[in-house]
């Protein structure tokens, strides 16, 4: 019952409550789902849910919209900010705390496939019969007489480049119903609807998403094939955008659009000026005409140092471990696959419990760097709980890690579109991000060997990551000022 009030509750914020429910949509139904499937999950809680580096990321960022809109003067906005805020905290737990095997993250995925495919199918359908004023298509002007019209969805999907960014992050996570030696299967359940996400992308005209998508197939190349075909991969996809005009007739470039780098350097102008906890919480544009096409800049001029420095740090606990897991693989005879493994699943069935013991002789309690191992760390309670694998799904260690593996793909294709895109704290990203805790609780429960980095040692990532972020964006500001 939990996961399906999770998938409903999803669906609704995709879909708004209007089209969902009709004429019961001002009675705010999607809070009484939420706080539903919350009661329901409370007994499914695991014991170690609130201890996850995670959940310390959201409660501090919780907390900088708070402080952030208090301190600027905004004290009944305040509370608003916080409520607001609140959806992202509830996706996370609920996610994390269903998704117990690979059937539960495929139908979080087939959730948010079946959504974007009805608004890409109204945003077409649309097009075709010149329903130029239909609310799933956005009139942008980008010359004098001369406008394109961008697909869109509703709610929280009612910006082309929000649309965009959830397509493209969706885009690997189809590949969780990809089949060894299944072609027929793997072209009707994976081919074909990321044909169709692709098309959708095509019609939201987001330069972002496409360079987005070109970075998610040259890391998912690279991977499988090998760095020199990966970068030529990627430069035939680029040039084919240009030849489809898949810009909808922008240029595509640093500064193309609405002065971003413009936009940039007043972000940055408001990280000086309010260095801790930022400008407020959502309020970018009431200092600048535009917000500045980056969540990075958007994130620390809103929330502050302090307050980006926790959504850095969830997206370095989510990373990190996805990346540790996926490159750990090791095949049957212990040597290391590394990190090809994204996109196939050409693995040999092995024993459970001969390729447990065999792993196991293979990694320390704990290692050279202070980073312990996730068995103890889950035996003792730390991050994830004492939960037991009482699951039946039969899912042996090579697929866990391919699932890691695309995992960080999807990651990869929200942070690559956020360079570009205003979307720091949304919906989308605490799906994933629990989707991918999902990943390394079910390798926890089965015994897979892989290291958790200790919650100081994540922290002092994350700043160093921090400081990174923003000093990149004040080199390319320098750049461009030269």
């Not at 706080?35 to 959940?55: C, E, H, N, T, Y």
């Not at 391919?402 to 990869?412: D, H, P, Q």
């Not at 100081?456 to 700043?463: A, C, E, F, N, Q």
Request: glycine fraction near 8%.
């Amino acid at each position: 019952m939990g996961l399906f009030l999770t998938l409903l509750y999803i669906l609704t914020a995709y879909l708004s409550p209007a089209t969902l429910f009709g004429a019961l949509a001002p009675y705010h139904l999607e809070l009484v789902l939420a706080v539903v499937a919350l009661l329901f999950s409370i007994p499914s809680f695991p014991p170690g849910l609130f201890r996850q580096p995670q959940m310390l990321a959201i409660a501090g960022m919780l907390m900088a919209v708070f402080v952030s809109l208090l301190l600027t003067g905004w004290f009944r906005s305040a509370p608003n900010g916080v409520w607001n805020f609140l959806p992202d905290v509830f996706v996370y737990i609920l996610v994390v705390t269903h998704c117990k095997t690979k059937k539960h993250l495929q139908m979080v995925v087939l959730t948010l496939f079946f959504a974007s495919a009805y608004v890409i199918l109204r945003g077409t359908m649309a097009l075709y019969a010149n329903e130029l004023t239909s609310p799933f298509l956005f009139n942008q002007g980008i010359g004098e007489d001369v406008h394109i019209y961008r697909l869109r969805g509703l709610s929280i999907i009612g910006d082309p480049n929000d649309f965009s960014q959830v397509l493209v992050s969706l885009i690997p996570c189809l590949f969780l119903f990809w089949e060894r030696e299944r072609n027929f299967r793997n072209l009707v359940f994976v081919g074909l609807p990321v044909l169709w996400l692709i098309y959708g992308m095509y019609l939201t005209h987001s330069r972002g998403a496409i360079i987005a998508l070109i970075a998610v197939i040259v890391v998912a190349a690279y991977r499988l094939i090998g760095p020199f075909v990966a970068a030529a991969i990627g430069t035939c996809t680029f040039a084919i955008s240009i030849a489809l005009n898949w810009s909808g007739g922008r240029q595509i470039s640093v500064e193309a659009g609405a002065d971003r780098m413009d936009a940039w350097a007043t972000g940055l102008e408001l990280i000086k000026q309010h260095p801790f906890f930022g400008v407020g919480f959502t309020r970018f544009t009431e200092y600048n005409q535009i917000t500045a096409h980056n969540s990075i800049v958007v994130c620390a001029a809103e929330l502050g140092f302090i307050g980006f420095f926790f959504w850095v740090l969830f997206l370095v606990t989510n990373l990190r471990n996805g990346l540790v897991l996926e490159k750990m693989q090791l095949n049957p005879q212990g040597s290391a696959r590394g990190m090809k493994s994204a996109f196939s699943d050409s693995y040999q069935y092995v024993d459970k419990h001969k390729s447990i013991q065999k792993m196991k002789t293979l990694e320390p309690a704990i290692d050279v760097r202070g980073e312990e191992s996730a068995e103890r760390r889950f035996r003792s309670g730390v991050y994830t709980g004492n939960v037991p694998n009482t699951n039946k799904e039969q899912i042996n260690e090579f697929e866990i890690r391919r699932l890691a593996g695309l995992m960080v793909l999807c990651l990869i294709g929200f942070l690559v579109a956020g360079w570009f895109l205003s979307r720091a704290y949304v919906m989308w990203l605490f799906i994933f991000g629990g989707m991918m805790q999902a990943v390394v609780q079910m390798a926890i429960s089965r015994d897979i060997p892989f290291s958790l980095a200790s919650l100081p040692r994540l922290m002092k990532l994350s700043l160093i990551a921090s400081i990174t972020l923003l000093l990149l964006v004040y080199i390319i500001l320098r750049l461009r000022n030269l």
